[in-house]
């Protein structure tokens, strides 16, 4: 019989060749490393939108309240030259990173319309100690109940413990409504800095 028949003895001894390339650290290295490289890829598909979704508010503009002009009232009910009204300013929405919340009040505004196209409005906090001002019965002044500071219709410090008039806002009159820009400012001192 001949060696080469295919039952002969030395077909069984023989190492085959599928045996050979098992054996080859290359390529089980090879496999190491492209099975560790796929579950690798699968970990970070998942990972990267859920680390995305947990960091989503960082670094970016995710409050919305006071910052663009909110509409107050109509340019009708500010009379010229009459005393100043006092008006609520209230945000319509404020959304955080996660929720929203409406009709939020955010402060109050005294307004004045010195012109038939110009209103001034100033904040209706005290810039000492963030006390709410009223006018006067005369409707010529602004009072701080809390610590007797004085203020001219226009605003300007009068007298008080107060360092500052009353803080001016941004008023624009858009198709006959009014509509003011909130702005918080740091009680005491000087500077107007806003919150």
Not at 116 to 131: F, N, Q, R, T
Not at 145 to 157: N, Q, T, V
């Amino acid at each position: 019989m001949s060696d080469d028949a295919p039952g002969s003895n030395h077909d069984k001894h023989a190492p085959s060749a599928g045996a050979a390339h098992a054996d080859d650290p290359g390529r089980r290295r090879f496999l190491k490393i492209a099975t560790c490289a796929l579950g690798g890829g699968m970990g970070a598909v998942v990972a990267v939108p859920a680390v995305r979704y947990l960091l989503f508010p960082m670094g970016r503009k995710v409050v919305l309240s006071g910052g663009e002009p909110i509409d107050v009232c109509a340019l009708d009910q500010l009379v010229v030259g009459a005393p100043p009204v006092r008006v609520p300013v209230i945000a319509r929405s404020v959304r955080d990173a996660w929720s929203t919340v409406t009709d939020v009040p955010l402060g109050a505004a005294w307004l004045r319309r010195t012109a038939d196209d110009k209103v001034e409005a100033l904040s209706s906090i005290c810039p000492h100690l963030g006390c709410a001002v009223a006018l006067d019965a005369a409707g010529q002044a602004f009072q701080c109940p809390c610590h007797d500071s004085s203020f001219k219709i226009d605003g300007a410090r009068e007298s008080g413990p107060a360092e500052r008039g009353l803080d001016p806002l941004a008023v624009e009159v858009v198709d006959g409504r009014v509509r003011v820009t909130w702005v918080q400012y740091r009680q005491g001192g000087t500077d107007r800095e806003p919150v």
